[in-house]
């Protein structure tokens, strides 16, 4: 120890003269105060939040662009950037009014013309956003601060729709950068949120800044997740990416990063034993593993083969793998939707849970026709989560009398191959994993891949109008009675039809040194609110 | 050689040369061999003893390196896992001594068709003269385009097999074994007898065979090895970066990969292969090194 | 010699354009879809069907290639797909980050290769020579990356003398530079140490033996200036051939050494690209690499009349 320090000492006296004099370092110091030091999830290799939905990129859309309602920690949207609404009697006008001294980063005031621009870019690649597509009669700007959105039909999920975090979440832009066709990528990163993006210091694969935007005004409410007021304790976030977790879980020891938004649960145990990090959960609506089969090709055309899955995948397996020995970290999961949220059912469930039955399932699998055919398993290699399932899967088909033609592969050929649907021994795949933010299973209107619409459906294309029909009477539910009973039903129909399988709920940890407050428990990191010392 | 240096050099310098001299000393047979090219019998004895592993793994106490075992993750080095297990609970030792059937067969299999083919290309372009620009600007072409680099964008193309490793470290060795071929046949073909062979109307073939062959055949060999060396040494790197050996096949480089993460808390998930990966480098490179000393005229005339 | 010079620089056209025909078509048959990465994991078929459509991905392949070209030699490599930055303006922002750690790296292993290839050449069977290329044969077979987490945790970690990760631009100071480079030029280096090492050995070796030095010997030069002036000359060509040829290993490795120590540098910008899929930069990257190496090399065939006068064009 005293070796060490002293030769600490040596070298900082090195760096000290080398540096030349006092000054120098003090102002270092200062500086570094006011700059937030973050390792994320993954590069920010895009910055269109509309055009590229992956989770990066909405935590990152989060600073520079605001949205006109946000969900607080009980996913209930509150005003953000309205001020008011009205809605017509028989729900089919919704009139909003804008909050006064909203400006975008380059000083010009946020207008109703921006809002309906950026309506109706969102609107096009949003799931809810399509659906008010579908019921619209007209979006239009009033004047300045007012517009009016009117519909065929009643929606009462509108301000869900407009509030929620999920991706794409509907962020409003200037006018002229909305105007930027959906399938295309903006060029201007100028949005009314807490931050302004400084466009020069983006290294994509390495850096993104983002300074703090004096013109903004927050709200007077006290945040909480996407509403309230976002008031900004640091003048300067970096995001630093990091390919290599063994190499972040070093930096933040070192206290050459402040903040790591995704230590793998392996290295928690060493930041936990280093006295200036502080470890907590994430985010507590966690993440849904993913099973996915391919409903179009044999054997998993049959609901029987889906659901001999469902019976022999032991979620614990899985979950073991990825998070290791610490078992309040994972749960079971009896259903699609996210554990310790109101909608959560078991209903049909029971399969998905308890002792594993082998046998059974492979009787069944031979029921539905398996005759030995191999299975194309897509599995992308760079991600640690897809990577840990696979070798389980791998491991699960083995052991059910299953020929796996387990294709290593990384996530952008996953990406394109899924979307295949030839025959998996053309081209195209029987099962690949994925995950989903439990922020996206807490109910229907977010969750794609519960849809079952055939061929309009997610990967995998699972064609059940039963199951469609009880996600509309779920968007019809004005109450949350109705709600549940029309996702209990969901659920039960989807354990039966097979859709997916899940391989467990977790949750996954953030780490960040002593020196930071204010980091909060969120399915995305907020960065208001955030100071350092 | 000059066994002694002049007297007027640093005083330092002149006992150095001769102590090389007892390794000369004649013997017959294997123990002879073996006392001449040490280098040889350590790397041989070594690269055997790696074989021998590879074949007979199954039955060196091994457990079957593909079983899950999630409940027993991360477990360290004990008397039931002599190397620990990984993050999937799967026996390191069994992963390690498995994995070397990929090193090896990806190590032989590149140095094989990487000569095969290099040797082909080399005797066309040094044979036919319209064929040599267009070659060797395409071979001159894939050179500059850093090896690792061109494997890497190889497998990229492809998926992950032990086949496809093979073949995209092969195309990024083949140049540098036409090269070297090339540049044999070029400098024969300059000798009077060859010279001579070709004047009297032998047919190319048969010059090929009689002439050159031989003659390649020793820098050939001694080039194989090392590219034997790199290839274990590129498959380890491909599969670290997550574009090399599919996952469920347990290499060494795949196994790094996979503990790579955890280097800091549980070091014998990479530590054991890469010592397994290092020996083996190690003694195919001691074999290479031999093998060019003897081998290699010019520069065997001097020890 | 002029006309030498115009004949070598002709000569590195056909090979570019060899290198350029090359990794155009070699992306052009990968099977990862670009645009299925950018739509995101909630995207549905026929948004990725219309992102590919507008990113042109589904034109025929002349078309694309003489495009390509043609804007190449304008100097424009071209936007990323998933940034949607010029490509050359990304291979500006990560270049100084590969320069530096190349260029350190060089030094350094020069600087510890080359007295360590003379010095077992001339005490060529001792204990010195034994190790140093029992030093050399261990340089090859240990693979970077497990030299490289070793140091880190040795002198990172556990003596904090050094940063673990991450790079200083060299406009914030030389050592603040220098300190982050240290551990990632010296994990680098350990091939190409053993490789400089090894050539140089050899050659001198080979040089000892000759005429001339012996009548240096004869004439009583010392044996310092022998080594250094006399030998280490002459011996000047092979080295600065393997140094030139062994660019390419170096390279191939910072892209490993890059993702180890964090570095935002050109490796990791390929292996990223490679990984996404993000055909443009791979382009631009494996070119620019390509040029690089060839010019390099081109440098050292003209140099070596410097080194001796004996060789003329």
């Not at chain 1, 295949?420 to 996206?440: E, M, R, V, Y």
């Not at chain 1, 519960?450 to 990967?459: P, T």
Request: aromatic share 10%; hydrophobic share 50%; glycine share 8%.
């Amino acid at each position: 120890m005293e070796r060490r320090s002293f030769l600490k000492a040596t070298a900082a006296a090195a760096a000290f003269s080398a540096t030349g004099g006092i000054a120098a370092p003090a102002l270092a110091q200062g500086a570094a105060a006011r700059t937030l030091r973050f390792v994320p999830q993954a590069n920010l290799a895009n910055f269109d939040p509309i055009w590229g939905t992956q989770y990066v990129v909405r935590n990152a859309s989060l600073l520079v662009w605001d949205t006109l309602y946000g969900v607080d920690e009980t996913i209930t949207p509150r005003r953000q950037m309205v001020e008011s609404e009205e809605v017509s009697a028989d729900g089919l006008t919704w009139t909003f009014k804008l909050r006064p001294g909203l400006r975008f980063h380059d000083n010009t005031p946020v207008l109703a013309k921006d809002v309906v621009a950026s309506l109706t870019r969102w609107a096009v690649r949003d799931p809810m956003g399509q659906m008010l597509r579908a019921l619209q009669n007209e979006l239009v700007a009033v004047d300045d601060n007012t517009f009016r959105w009117s519909l065929k039909a009643p929606y009462p999920k509108m301000l869900l729709a407009l509030g929620k975090n999920n991706s794409p979440c509907a962020f409003i832009m200037p006018e002229r950068i909305a105007k930027t066709d959906p399938f295309q990528q903006i060029t201007e990163y100028v949005g009314s949120g807490p931050f302004r993006f400084v466009r020069d210091e983006w290294v994509p694969g390495a850096k993104a800044v983002f300074a703090r935007f004096d013109g903004y005004v927050p709200r007077e409410e006290k945040p909480s997740w996407l509403s309230g007021g976002k008031k900004v304790m640091v003048e300067r976030v970096e995001w630093i990416v990091m390919p290599d977790p063994a190499t972040a879980a070093a930096a933040l020891q070192n206290g050459e990063v402040d903040w790591w938004e995704s230590p793998i649960a392996d290295l928690v145990p060493v930041l936990r034993r280093n006295r200036n990090i502080e470890v907590d959960i994430a985010d507590p609506l966690g993440n849904v593993g993913s099973f996915r089969m391919n409903h179009l090709h044999a054997p998993f055309n049959d609901p029987r083969a889906r659901r001999a899955i469902l019976m022999a995948l032991s979620q614990e397996d899985y979950m073991r793998s990825l998070v290791g020995d610490d078992q309040s970290l994972w749960k079971e999961m009896g259903g699609f939707f996210t554990p310790n949220t109101p909608l959560y059912t078991e209903a049909g469930g029971a399969i998905m849970k308890g002792p594993r039955n082998l046998d059974a399932a492979k009787k069944l699998l031979q029921e539905a026709g398996y005759d030995g055919r191999p299975i194309t398993l897509v599995v992308a290699q760079d991600q640690p989560i897809t990577k840990s399932f696979g070798d389980v899967s791998a491991d699960l088909l083995k052991r059910l009398g299953m020929n796996v033609d387990f294709v290593a592969t990384d996530w952008g050929t996953v990406g394109a191959r899924r979307a295949l649907k030839t025959p998996p021994s053309q081209g195209g795949w029987h099962i690949f994993h994925t995950w989903h933010a439990g922020a996206d299973c807490v109910n229907p209107a977010p969750y794609t891949a519960m849809r079952a619409n055939g061929d309009n459906a997610w990967f995998g294309w699972p064609n059940n109008p039963d199951i469609e029909a009880a996600r509309d009477q779920w968007f019809a539910a004005s109450d949350l009675a109705g709600e549940k009973a029309a996702v209990d039903k969901m659920n039960a129909l989807a354990v039966d039809f097979g859709l997916y399988a899940p391989t467990g709920f977790f949750l996954s940890y953030q780490a960040w040194r002593k020196n930071i407050t204010g980091v909060v428990k969120a399915p995305a990191p907020f960065f208001w609110g955030v100071s350092k010392t | 050689m000059s066994t002694t240096f002049p007297s007027g050099g640093a005083p330092a310098a002149a006992p150095v040369m001769p102590d090389v001299m007892p390794t000369r000393i004649a013997r017959k047979g294997i123990t002879g061999y073996i006392f001449r090219n040490p280098t040889i019998a350590i790397g041989g004895f070594l690269l055997l003893l790696l074989i021998f592993v590879a074949v007979f793994a199954p039955f060196l106490w091994t457990k079957d390196p593909t079983a899950l075992a999630p409940a027993m993750r991360t477990r360290a080095p004990s008397e039931r896992w002599w190397f620990g297990t990984d993050m999937l609970g799967r026996d390191v030792y069994s992963r390690v001594l498995y994995g070397t059937r990929v090193s090896l067969i990806v190590g032989f299999g590149v140095a094989f068709f990487a000569s095969v083919i290099g040797l082909t290309i080399g005797l066309i372009s040094g044979f036919v003269r319209w064929a040599d620009s267009i070659i060797m600007r395409v071979m001159d072409g894939l050179m500059s385009i850093p090896s690792i680099l061109l494997a890497i964008a190889l497998m990229a193309l492809t998926r992950g097999s032990v086949g496809n490793v093979i073949l995209a470290i092969t195309v990024a060795e083949i140049p540098r074994v036409s090269r070297l071929v090339r540049g044999v046949v070029l400098s024969l073909r300059e000798q009077p007898y060859v010279e001579a062979a070709i004047a009297s109307g032998t047919r190319t073939p048969v010059i090929i065979w009689r002439h050159i062959l031989p003659n390649t055949l020793a820098p050939m060999i001694v080039q194989a090895t090392y590219i034997c060396a790199s290839a274990m040494i590129a498959e380890a790197i491909l599969s670290f970066i997550g574009a090399g050996t599919p996952p469920i096949i347990p290499s060494w480089g795949n196994i790094m990969a996979e503990g790579r993460a955890l280097w800091q808390v549980k070091p014998y998930i990479v530590f054991f292969p890469a010592i397994f990966l290092s020996i083996t480098v190690l003694a195919v490179n001691l074999v290479g090194d031999g093998l060019r000393d003897s081998l290699d005229p010019r520069l065997a005339k001097r020890v | 010699m002029f006309a030498y010079i115009v004949r070598r620089i002709l000569a590195t056209i056909p090979v570019m354009a060899i290198v350029a025909l090359f990794v155009f078509s070699l992306l052009y048959i990968a099977p990862g879809d670009p645009a299925a990465v950018i739509a995101g994991d909630q995207a549905t078929p026929a948004d990725v069907e219309r992102i590919r459509a507008s990113l042109g991905l589904d034109r025929p392949f002349v078309v694309r290639f003489g495009e390509w070209v043609f804007r190449i030699i304008q100097g424009d490599l071209g936007l990323s797909i998933f940034t949607n930055l010029p490509v050359t303006r990304m291979i500006a922002q990560r270049i100084e980050p590969t320069l530096s750690l190349m260029v350190v790296t060089l030094v350094l292993a020069i600087t510890i290769a080359v007295p360590m290839g003379v010095v077992a050449a001339w005490k060529s069977g001792s204990l010195i020579d034994r190790m140093v290329m029992g030093f050399a044969v261990l340089g090859f077979s240990v693979p970077v990356f497990v030299v490289g987490y070793l140091l880190a945790y040795v002198f990172a970690l556990e003596l904090d003398w050094l940063p673990v990760q991450g790079y200083t631009p060299i406009s914030n100071g030389l050592w603040p530079w220098f300190q982050n480079l240290i551990l990632p030029a010296v994990a680098l280096g350990g091939v190409y140490i053993a490789l400089i090492a090894r050539i140089t050995r050899a050659t001198m070796m080979e040089i000892l033996q000759q005429d001339y030095i012996r009548t240096a010997r004869a004439k009583g030069a010392g044996q310092t200036t022998i080594l250094f002036l006399h030998a280490l000359k002459n011996a000047a060509v092979p080295i600065v051939t393997i140094i030139g040829i062994g660019l390419a290993g170096l390279i191939g490795g910072a892209v490993v050494t890059e993702s180890v120590f964090a570095i935002p540098g050109l490796g990791r910008l390929t292996v990223d690209a490679i990984l996404r899929r993000d055909y443009p930069v791979i382009q631009g990257v494996i070119l620019l690499f390509s040029f690089v190496y060839v010019l390099v090399n081109l440098l050292i065939d003209l140099s070596y009349t410097l080194f001796d006068p004996r060789i003329r064009y």
